[in-house]
């Protein structure tokens, strides 16, 4: 860049160093949530092709695990989203938790 290019963008009203991005909430969980019910898709679908119980116990096990490492993501995600001062997104994140936990929770007291 040049020294007079340098000088006009700092005239300008265009913010040089700062990165100006606008907070799209469905696309944020359209990003997250879609990448997660795939790998669980392919996950049960080979699952399925197999067609073995301890195959599909295994499945099941497997994403527990990942539902687990995708609230603790999301929650990581929200605290540094909060630190950028995107509530919107970070707050998103925190109502996908407690829904999933919600959930996750009504699944387990009625198998009780």
Same mark, same amino acid.
């Not at 020294?3 to 300008?12: A, C, G, H, V």
């Not at 540094?80 to 007291?109: E, P, Y």
């Given at each position: 860049?040049?020294?007079? !290019?340098?000088?006009?963008? =700092?005239?300008?009203n265009?913010?040089?160093?700062?990165? @100006?991005?606008? !907070?799209?909430?469905?696309?944020?969980?359209?990003?997250?949530?879609? &990448?997660?019910?795939? @790998?669980?898709?392919?996950?049960?679908?080979?699952?399925? #092709? &197999?067609?073995?119980?301890?195959?599909?116990?295994?499945? *099941? *096990?497997?994403?527990?695990? +990942?539902?687990?490492?995708?609230?603790?993501?999301? +929650? $990581? !995600?929200?605290?540094?989203?909060?630190? =950028?001062?995107?509530?919107?997104?970070? =707050?998103?994140?925190?109502? @996908? #938790?407690?829904?999933?936990?919600?959930?996750?929770? $009504? #699944?387990?007291?009625?198998n009780?």
């Open positions: 860049m040049e020294i007079n !290019e340098l000088f006009n963008l =700092k005239d300008s265009y913010p040089v160093n700062k990165l @100006v991005e606008e !907070e799209n909430v469905f696309k944020h969980l359209t990003k997250r949530l879609g &990448i997660f019910f795939g @790998v669980l898709a392919v996950l049960f679908g080979v699952a399925a #092709i &197999i067609d073995d119980d301890y195959v599909m116990l295994g499945a *099941i *096990i497997i994403s527990a695990g +990942l539902t687990l490492i995708l609230l603790l993501f999301l +929650l $990581i !995600e929200s605290f540094t989203l909060f630190s =950028k001062k995107k509530n919107t997104l970070a =707050k998103t994140n925190l109502i @996908v #938790i407690g829904i999933s936990i919600l959930i996750g929770g $009504i #699944i387990v007291l009625e009780l």
